[in-house]
């Protein structure tokens, strides 16, 4: 994979000043890990946007600061759920010569010929996997194709997924990560007869007063 550089200065604006950055076009973030205690930063926020958007959690990223570049993982990123944009980023530094655990999204391609000849529906077991590895190892996404799944009843199993040997899968090897189900049939509602006839219970009642009725004349 490319190499993907950050840059990013120290940051001393904390608490509710980091609005004023953020109007400027910054964004604030933070970076801690490996051998490094955590340390606000701030990122440009066009330039950030535009790299962190092609990232997954797994993508190792490089941050330049004080001129040292620091290789991270993105841990967390917070958004404006109104504008849509970015409003904090965390940042974990990790060693290149240590092995790391992660969760790496599955990304399914394909078109299964159980769904297109026999209506089947595609159901997900999991949509990630935890896999050990040197940072710079670990894979962007692991690419799933259903194309192979002929018939209702298919599946892929993590023991059918190979990452090669610099990637150890450490989910259950017999966990299911798709499955082709038929499709549910429809149940026509059945309204049962009651045994009771309305119309006789209605009649029965009128008699009744008008018994009732008569003995009062009397």
């Known amino acids: 994979m490319e190499k993907v550089v950050i840059e990013a200065t120290k940051r001393l604006v904390i608490g509710k000043q980091v609005g004023a950055l953020r109007r400027d076009g910054k964004l604030p973030a933070v970076i801690?890990?490996?051998h490094m205690e955590a340390t606000p930063i701030t990122l440009g926020l066009r330039e950030a946007?535009?790299?962190l958007a092609t990232l997954t959690g797994s993508s190792l990223v490089m941050i330049s600061l004080d001129g040292?570049?620091?290789?991270?993982?993105v841990k967390e990123k917070q958004r404006d759920f109104i504008r849509g944009t970015l409003k904090h980023v965390d940042f974990q530094v990790v060693s290149?010569?240590?092995k790391i655990r992660a969760r790496v999204s599955i990304e399914f391609v394909g078109v299964s010929?159980?769904?297109k000849d026999f209506n089947g529906v595609v159901v997900n077991g999991t949509n990630n996997l935890q896999v050990e590895s040197f940072p710079q190892d670990l894979p962007q996404r692991v690419t799933v194709d259903i194309s192979p799944l002929l018939k209702?009843?298919?599946g892929i199993f993590v023991r059918d997924i190979d990452l090669g040997d610099k990637v150890q899968i450490l989910d259950n090897l017999d966990e299911m990560i798709v499955v082709i189900t038929a499709p549910k049939e429809e149940v026509e509602e059945v309204v049962e007869p009651t045994g009771v006839?309305?119309?006789e219970v209605i009649e029965k009642g009128k008699k009744e007063e008008e018994a009732e009725g008569a003995e009062e004349g009397k």
């Open 152 to 154: 209702i009843g298919d």
């Open 197 to 199: 006839e309305e119309p």
């Open 49 to 51: 946007s535009r790299i």
């Open 96 to 98: 290149l010569t240590e």
């Open 68 to 73: 040292k570049e620091h290789s991270c993982l």
């Open 113 to 115: 010929p159980a769904v």
């Open 32 to 34: 801690y890990g490996h």
